[in-house]
């Protein structure tokens, strides 16, 4: 028989473990981690006494957690997705709200700017509207200056949170290995305390906020936890660190690798999920993008209106300076020379100086005779006995141009004469061997005054270290050029360069060149296209010309980002109302005494470099040949064109110009072109600039200055908005996982209480039971 | 489904925070009055609202534009019609000093300085300036002052052909200004083709008519003279005969020659007609040139110059009369001398020797052979003589003609006059008296010198304007305002025209504007009554859920324990 009481104190017991499991149900209410345990109860094994068995009572077997394994994994993975999404869209949103403000963005700027372009074109001659100009270029800058710079401090933030949730993976990957020794302890599968197991999913479920894992649980109830592409970050009761260190092909950003015992590996390309993924993949697909096409539109707004303003005359009848300055662009172009014979350029003295260009050295030498006229010695100096077209390795094109080879092959500088000036433009891309042009070593044989005066020109980025060249001091144009990030991981000694110099090919794409020990290939990354190969430089891509120098080694690679820093560098370079270069350089008129009627379209300038574009050229019907032509030039008498035959509607193109005519022509009669001195009245520049308003510049002249714009706002737009309505989405699958989660495991406080019930009623039942067995006892006793 | 006392209150809070952002969204788009918040609430949308504020924005500065336009070609077209106006008054007085018949010297005078006043005022008019102080018909060189005159007759112009564009469509120039040189100074003088005048020396009463292109293919734009040449020998009533000469070929030979004149017949050459009308005489010059360019001041103050001046630069006139009879004795022979002065040069005691017997013309020729051995003096082959002046170009020319001795200066100027004066006539009996007259449009300021008073002096003089040289100089002025008047209007008119399209472009642009803008706000602007309304709804479900919430919280079976 089994024992009453026995049988009592075990189901006493038992139900004192039920009641205080309830309460730790109870008590956990609150603990969003906390799964619901139950006692498992079983009953002793009977007694056999004769051919009965007796139940000897209950025992409490375990106390389980109610979970299921699968929903944890799948909460796991939802929250590295909605988590990832949720800092990328709210990214994206700041970013959004930095690009697409109705008052901060560049859009008021951008029109500001051309409407103030077309009150200048209005009104050429006022300074009222010139001021205005100023103010709106002004604006500009700081629209673009001030937009750049917060993409920047964006894109600052983004780094400083990615080494934070390095550092916040590492302290709970730590923990987890210290968890997993503290659980192998247990070998009894069914016996492992469910806090420490509730413990060990929280911090998974944290480590999945902060990036997305897979768990692989072993037999002794080890969970190993992987990331990227199957690397270990937590291997047993052994944790391997995350390091956030400076991008080898970036350097101004950082990557994330993982430290074993093997070594570091890079792995920032194959994270996903997560904050740390949600940060990574922002600052990859939407603020780089953002960055690079502000920056394009920077750089194309910049380069086109300079490239035009240069072409006008301001107030004071000079050609236009360039309006606004951003990365390097263009290629080495300037002009050197000014006015020699009050330069110290006195009769007799012979002066010579070097050029240095790309390894080059050109040495140039003239004897000042009585009757040099400026325009004489630079003559002599650009083509005579001793000048740049002597050295050996300079060509006469033929054409008035003069082109000196390089020692890099492909890379050439040509030489024109321009006015009393010797004008220069470089070929090829930056030279690697020394890109810039350097006036040395110069000598004069008189009273050692000469000088020779520098001038940057057109809408290139050339500067200079000063502005004169004199005996004792060179002077260096220095060109655009960019130096390519050498990647950190590079052993050869290879050098890459590129400079910007078609705006309509540039692309939002960084590139890109990689040695494969034997061909460069240049590599447009985003979509790994290869544009351009070859041994060696000059390449061609995206709008930029690129060179190199050195030896590479296979496997090096040099990091090019062409727009990405456009519009924090932009700036507004005038400063003078005055500079603005509203006017055309040349007009057209008829002569007062001509019979016919022919007449002449007003002049539109095709080639400001023209060194003749300021010369006075008449177009002459000559009697002796009727119903023919000659072009002019009036200072010398050469006729530049001879008997070209006139019909009605011809187009005369000459020195930089171009005119149509019209009407019926007499025998003597005359069309002048000359220097549009005093022409403050004349708008045809400022129009031509107004017109880029809403003409197509970018993408092979497709894409204008706004559409350019509204292309970042709309991408910018698209990402921000799949970005949220996916975060829905996932939010959402989270939701009802969670849900399922609280379903399965979450404590039902009604259950409890009922719980509680229940099991005080069995207790009570229990001690009654004992009530009753002392009772029988008492009975038996008194029965004695 | 079995429920957690979490999950009760997760959902009742969630479903709470659903609805007040809802709420608050509803709340963000009534107080902007925008549907749109932000791009990403719907990038397409937010891309066209860019692409269509920019267009609106850019349609409002062409409108802009389009006033500054306005503002200027008004500007313009009011300072034309003041000039207009000038040349209407100027018009009128041409009319009024081309009727010849019942004018004098004064009234001359009196329309003259009225002529100069207007000829001020339109002077003014061309120079006006804009309120920026641009000359407004410099073309580009706006702060050069359009016209100038050097005080003497003669203008110029210091601009240029430039115009000015203004953008008033995206693909839309219209032009808002035009040059001085083609409002004021490129008019082509006569009909537009061709000029027709008399030459300033002419003695004849003739006129030329304005003529007409019959033949544009023969037409060729030379310069051409008309030479009448009294037919000889001498016919009563005397006729004459011209011929054209092409003077910008200048061979010599005529292109017409020796036509015989009739009063009003056409002459026709180079594929152009004019008539001439009246009496011709011997020599008279017409000229017919290809049309050039002449500015509006210079045809007024040249018919300034014809009214005021006194003569027309030539002197012209005949010494001589009935010798025989004035005391030039051919019975006894004579000895007559007198001194010459012009422009400087003094030919004293030109001495005409007269033989016993010799006629008026015989005493002529020796008259003209006399000055002929001057010294200084040139013969020419038709057998008359040149007294160069002092003044280089100027001259004058001696020959005989019938039984007169008949000079002519050239190279006179309206402002260098070069009279020659006759002198101390003197004869053994002096009684030697000499007929003086000028001819053409010279006077002499006696008809008569004699050699019995002492010190008697002609003077020969460019005279008033020779009637019908002065009335050739009115038509052809009148000719010249007439095509002035015309280019005036013809400028007008393409201003009316530009503020046409300015104005057809400016409805185009609003109504486009409006378009645009109907469609941004279809795009961006919030239906505010549906707002409110949904707004009402979501107050509504965020109560509903709060007192749902706190009704679900209160049940719990602990409270009945």
């Known amino acids: 028989m089994p024992d009453l009481l026995v049988t009592s104190l075990s189901g006493l017991r038992a139900y004192q473990g039920a009641l205080a499991t309830t309460s730790h149900n109870i008590a956990n209410v609150g603990n969003e981690d906390y799964t619901r345990q139950r006692v498992e109860l079983d009953t002793r094994p009977p007694i056999r006494q004769g051919s009965a068995f007796f139940g000897q009572g209950v025992d409490l077997v375990n106390v389980q957690r109610i979970v299921d394994e699968f929903n944890t994994a799948n909460i796991r993975e939802l929250t590295s997705r909605s988590t990832r999404l949720e800092i990328y869209a709210s990214y994206a949103s700041r970013v959004e709200n930095i690009i697409a403000d109705e008052n901060a963005s560049l859009m008021p700027a951008l029109d500001g700017f051309f409407n103030a372009l077309n009150d200048v074109a209005n009104d050429p001659s006022a300074d009222a509207p010139r001021v205005a100009l100023l103010g709106a270029m002004e604006q500009i800058e700081h629209r673009f200056q001030s937009m750049g710079t917060e993409l920047q401090t964006i894109e600052q933030e983004v780094d400083s949170r990615v080494l934070f949730e390095v550092e916040d993976i590492n302290a709970i990957t730590t923990e987890l290995a210290k968890i997993n020794e503290a659980i192998v302890v247990f070998t009894d599968f069914n016996k492992r305390p469910p806090d420490l197991l509730d413990k060990r999913d929280a911090l998974l479920k944290q480590l999945s906020e902060k990036i997305q894992v897979t768990v692989v649980e072993q037999a002794d109830g080890i969970q190993n936890v992987l990331v990227g592409t199957g690397q270990l970050l937590v291997s047993g009761t052994v944790s391997n660190t995350l390091v956030a260190q400076q991008d080898s092909a970036q350097p101004d950003r950082l990557a994330v690798s993982i430290q074993s015992t093997a070594g570091a590996v890079e792995i920032t390309g194959s994270l996903v999920g997560g904050e740390l993924g949600g940060l990574l993949d922002f600052r990859n697909n939407l603020l780089d993008s953002a960055q690079n096409r502000l920056g394009r539109t920077a750089i194309a707004l910049a380069e086109t209106m300079n490239a035009q303003h240069v072409q006008g005359y301001d107030l004071e009848g000079n050609l236009g300076a360039n309006m606004f300055s951003t990365v390097s662009t263009g290629p080495l172009q300037g002009m050197f020379g000014g006015d020699y014979l009050n330069n110290g350029f006195s009769t007799g003295d012979v002066v010579s100086f070097d050029l240095e260009f790309d390894g080059r050295t050109v040495s140039v030498s003239h004897t000042v005779l009585a009757t040099d006229t400026n325009e004489d010695i630079a003559d002599a100096l650009l083509s005579g006995i001793n000048g740049i077209d002597a050295d050996a390795n300079v060509t006469d094109n033929g054409d008035g141009t003069y082109t000196l080879a390089g020692t890099t092959a492909g890379i050439s500088l040509t030489f024109e004469l321009y006015g009393s000036n010797i004008q220069f433009e470089s070929a090829g891309g930056p030279s690697p061997v020394d890109h810039n042009l350097t006036i040395t070593n110069m000598a004069d044989s008189g009273l050692g005054d000469a000088n020779i005066e520098l001038f940057p020109l057109g809408s290139s980025s050339t500067r200079f270290s000063n502005g004169v060249a004199t005996v004792g001091t060179p002077a260096v144009f220095v060109g655009p050029i960019t130096t390519a990030i050498n990647n950190q991981n590079n052993t050869g000694t290879a050098d890459v360069y590129f400079s910007i110099t078609d705006i309509s090919s540039l692309n939002i794409s960084d590139y890109e060149v990689r040695y494969d020990g034997v061909n460069y290939n240049v590599v447009r990354l985003s979509d790994n296209f290869v544009e351009d190969s070859g041994a060696a430089g000059p390449f061609t891509a995206g709008g930029m010309q690129i060179t190199t120098t050195g030896v590479p080694a296979i496997g090096d690679s040099f990091y090019i980002s062409p727009t990405k820093l456009g519009a924090v560098g932009f700036t507004s370079l005038l400063t003078d109302s005055s500079q603005i270069a509203a006017a055309s350089p040349v007009r057209a008129t008829s002569n007062i005494n001509n019979l016919g009627s022919v007449e002449v379209s007003p002049a539109t300038v095709t080639d400001t470099l023209n060194g003749d574009l300021a010369s006075t050229v008449n177009i002459y019907f000559d009697p002796a040949t009727p119903g023919t032509f000659d072009v002019i030039d009036v200072a010398s008498g050469f006729r530049l064109q001879d008997d070209v035959v006139y019909f009605d509607g011809i187009t005369v193109n000459q020195n930089g110009w171009q005119v149509q005519l019209k009407g019926a022509p007499q025998n003597g009669d005359i069309l002048t072109i000359e220097e549009n001195t005093l022409g403050v009245f004349d708008n045809r520049n400022a129009l031509l600039l107004a017109g880029f308003r809403s003409q197509g510049v970018l993408d092979s002249g497709n894409t204008t200055f706004e559409q350019s714009y509204n292309a970042l706002v709309s991408d910018v737009g698209v990402q921000t908005q799949q970005s949220s309505i996916n975060l829905q989405v996932e939010e959402s699958l989270l939701q009802s996982a969670t849900d399922r989660r609280e379903s399965i495991s979450g404590v039902n406080l009604d259950e409890e209480a009922a719980d509680l019930i229940r099991f005080q009623q069995a207790y009570q039942a229990m001690s009654r039971v004992i009530q009753t067995s002392q009772e029988l006892f008492q009975s038996l006793l008194s029965a004695v | ?561």
């Open chain 2, 1 to 561: 489904m079995r429920v957690s006392t979490a999950l009760i209150h997760m959902q009742g809070v969630r479903n709470m925070q659903q609805k007040q952002a809802d709420l608050l969204r509803s709340h963000d788009q009534i107080s902007s009055g925008k549907r749109l918040l932000s791009p990403s609430d719907d990038p397409s949308a937010a891309s066209r609202i860019i692409d269509l504020k920019e267009a609106i924005n850019q349609i409002t500065q062409l409108d802009e534009n389009a006033n500054y336009a306005i503002q200027q070609l008004n500007l313009e077209e009011v300072t034309l019609d003041s000039s207009n106006l000038v040349l209407q008054r100027v018009r009128e007085l041409s009319i009024q000093a081309a009727n010849t018949g019942v004018n004098n010297l004064q009234s001359e005078q009196a329309i003259a300085s009225e002529v100069r006043e207007k000829l001020e005022e339109l002077f003014d008019y061309a120079n006006t300036k804009d309120e920026n102080g641009d000359f407004i018909f410099s073309g580009f060189q706006s702060k050069q002052q359009a016209f100038t005159t050097d005080g003497n007759g003669n203008y110029s112009y210091n601009g240029d052909e430039g115009q000015l564009s203004v953008q008033i469509g995206s693909n839309r120039q219209v032009v808002a200004s035009d040059s001085g040189a083609e409002v004021f100074q490129k008019i082509r003088t006569g009909n537009g083709t061709f000029a027709v005048d008399a030459n300033s020396t002419n003695g004849g009463t003739a006129r030329i008519t304005t003529g007409s292109v019959i033949s544009t293919s023969q037409y060729q734009a030379h310069d051409f003279r008309i030479v009448f040449d009294e037919v000889s020998p001498a016919t009563t009533p005397t006729s004459y005969t011209y011929s054209v000469y092409d003077d910008t070929l200048a061979t010599g030979v005529p292109i017409l020659a020796a036509q015989p004149y009739s009063d009003g017949a056409a002459i026709a050459f180079n594929g152009i007609e004019v008539e001439i009308n009246g009496d011709p005489v011997d020599g008279d010059i017409f000229t017919v040139e290809a049309s050039r360019y002449q500015d509006v001041f210079k045809t007024i103050s040249d018919l300034v110059g014809h009214l005021e001046a006194p003569g027309t630069g030539d002197v012209r006139g005949v010494i001589g009369g009935d010798f025989i009879n004035n005391g030039f004795d051919n019975v006894a022979g004579d000895s007559v001398a007198f001194d010459i002065d012009f422009d400087g040069v003094n030919i004293p005691g030109v001495t005409v020797a007269v033989g016993v017997g010799n006629s008026n013309t015989v005493i002529a020729q020796t008259m003209l052979d006399a000055i002929g051995t001057a010294a200084g003096v040139a013969v020419n082959t038709d057998g008359s003589y040149t007294v160069p002046g002092t003044t280089a170009g100027v001259s004058v020319t001696f020959r005989r003609v019938g039984d007169n001795v008949e000079f002519l200066t050239t190279g006179g100027t309206l402002t260098n006059l070069n009279s020659l004066q006759i002198s101390n006539l003197a004869d053994a009996a002096s009684d030697a008296v000499l007929d003086i007259s000028g001819s053409g449009n010279s006077v002499s300021t006696q008809t008569t010198l004699d050699a019995s008073v002492a010190g008697d002096s002609a003077t020969y003089l460019t005279g008033a304007p020779h009637r019908s040289y002065l009335s050739q100089q009115i038509d052809n002025a009148l000719n010249n305002i007439d095509r002035v008047m015309d280019n005036i209007i013809n400028v007008t008119t393409r201003i009316g025209g530009r503020l046409n399209s300015i104005d057809s472009q400016r409805v185009e642009n609003e109504s486009k504007s409006v378009h645009l803008e109907t469609v941004r706000s279809d795009i961006e602007d919030l239906d505010l009554a549906e707002a409110i309304s949904n707004m009402t709804f979501q107050t509504t479900a965020l109560q509903a859920a709060q007192q749902t919430f706190v009704r679900v919280q209160n049940l719990s079976l602990f409270n009945f324990l």
